[in-house]
């Protein structure tokens, strides 16, 4: 009779077992258009399976970056940081799952007592015994409403997340490396324009000086050629300052001192790429901050069926077995064994109205996570819009950069012909070199925004994805 009590004990478990109070959940719905609405030649649409994988920086074709990005992922702290958090995410969610199954517990324990003389309700026996003991422990928890299938649900749902976390430290790390690597090369390129603006300046200064002895220049425009070049030289040191700063930048993302880290200028400009654009729906799987906050809101769906799952009683089956002896050395006998096994079922009669507010806490919490999902969807949408839209303008703008630079070096050339010729005054020549200058470094810093535009599209598309 008590065996079939127990086999239909079970049997109802097994049968209620499957029942889960968490709402049926799906990805919190968000708005999504069927293109995007920047769109031009310099950011083409592609199918998903063209976008660059892995290495995405290789674009730059630059060996020397490629160097850095792969220091960068073997040493930066902050990605060891949160490849460790990663780590202790997955450790959880394998401990939630681990509740799914029975635990067992082995003791054996070996006593020497002896029973007061004066003990409640004592009738005869020894005063002073021995107890062996060996034997194991079961405890099993059913899960009827599927609190523990909704606990390892939502620690696997935030370990996802904290994977995705990673998988956004490292493109963050990939793109801030490649960022300031394009500006450390612009300051190069700066640097190199100067040097020829100098040594041109030089010899500006030493016709102005044969000139000035000759009685065919004033010291008016001596001064003046010395100005401009003591001015270029000044720019050079300033640049040479923003350089270092630059460098020590890289060392820190690269896990390196930057008293020992250094990098040496380049004399080539790095090409510009064109990064194809996907539909956006394909963002909302690329994109590991989006992932990370589709996750946290599936574990806080998971927390509610956890929350509602308080108000009814828990099943648990517990049971024991071994052997027990008041001495000897014959413990492992068959007259020593004992068992014991029961079920126990325990609910809440009066709780103040704690599962209630409960119920409210993690039905607010999932409310939070879906809103922050769609935040962190329309921001990405406007992220991409945004890189979408100034690469576009940029490469316009760099076209008429080009013929404004053109424009300006002829100005130059004719303002020193004049000049030579007695026709036109040294002012007219220092203008001219101060506009050619002005719109090289403007030409130098336009072609650095337009490659740093091209990370951040990356960056914001999802960068290397699978």
């Not at 969610?93 to 029973?115: H, K, Y």
């Not at 079920?343 to 039905?363: E, I, M, N, T, W």
Request: hydrophobic share 50%; charged share 20%.
């Amino acid at each position: 009779m008590a065996t079939a009590r127990l086999l239909l004990t079970a049997a109802t478990a097994a049968a209620l077992a499957g029942c889960s109070l968490a709402p049926a959940y799906a990805p919190p719905a968000t708005p999504v258009a069927a293109a995007y609405k920047e769109q031009g030649p310099w950011t083409p649409a592609a199918p998903a399976d063209a976008q660059p994988r892995g290495q995405w920086w290789a674009m730059f074709a630059d060996p020397v970056l490629d160097g850095l990005e792969a220091r960068a992922e073997q040493a930066n702290p902050s990605l060891a940081a949160a490849l460790a958090a990663y780590d202790q995410a997955r450790a959880l969610a394998a401990q939630a799952r681990a509740g799914l199954v029975p635990e067992i517990d082995g003791a054996a324990t070996t006593q020497r007592a002896r029973r007061s003389d004066k003990a409640p309700l004592r009738v005869g026996g020894p005063d002073a015994y021995s107890t062996n003991q060996a034997g194991a422990s079961v405890a099993y928890e059913i899960d009827l409403w599927g609190r523990l299938r909704n606990l390892a649900a939502g620690a696997g749902d935030r370990a996802q997340a904290s994977g995705a976390d990673l998988r956004s430290m490292r493109l963050s790390l990939q793109a801030d490396l490649a960022d300031d690597y394009l500006t450390l090369r612009s300051l190069d390129a700066q640097i190199r324009l100067l040097d020829a603006t100098v040594a041109a300046y030089a010899r500006a200064l030493q016709l102005t000086q044969i000139l000035h002895d000759g009685g065919n220049a004033t010291g008016l425009d001596v001064a003046r050629a010395q100005t401009q070049l003591s001015t270029a030289k000044a720019q050079i040191t300033d640049v040479a300052a923003q350089r270092a700063l630059m460098e020590h930048a890289i060392a820190a993302l690269v896990g390196e001192s930057a008293s020992s880290f250094s990098l040496a200028p380049v004399g080539t400009a790095l090409p510009q790429p064109r990064v194809a654009v996907s539909a956006p729906s394909v963002l909302l799987q690329r994109r590991p901050d989006i992932a990370a906050a589709e996750r946290r809101a599936a574990a806080a769906n998971a927390d509610v069926g956890v929350a509602r799952a308080a108000f009814f009683p828990a099943l648990t089956l517990d049971g024991s077995a071994g052997w027990q002896t008041a001495g000897g050395v014959n413990l492992l006998s068959a007259p020593n064994t004992f068992w014991m096994v029961g079920p126990q079922l325990v609910g809440a009669l009066f709780d103040g109205g704690r599962r209630k507010a409960g119920v409210r806490a993690s039905r607010a919490a999932f409310d939070q996570a879906s809103a922050n999902y769609r935040g962190v969807v329309l921001n990405a949408f406007r992220d991409v819009e945004d890189q979408i839209a100034l690469a576009n303008r940029l490469a316009i703008e760099a076209k008429d950069q080009t013929e404004a630079v053109t424009a300006a070096r002829r100005t130059e050339e004719l303002a020193n012909i004049r000049y030579k010729q007695g026709v036109a005054t040294y002012l007219d020549v220092v203008t001219a070199q101060t506009a050619a200058l002005t719109a090289e470094q403007s030409a130098i810093q336009l072609n650095t925004r337009r490659l740093q535009a091209s990370v951040n599209l990356t960056r914001a598309l999802g960068g290397a994805w699978s």
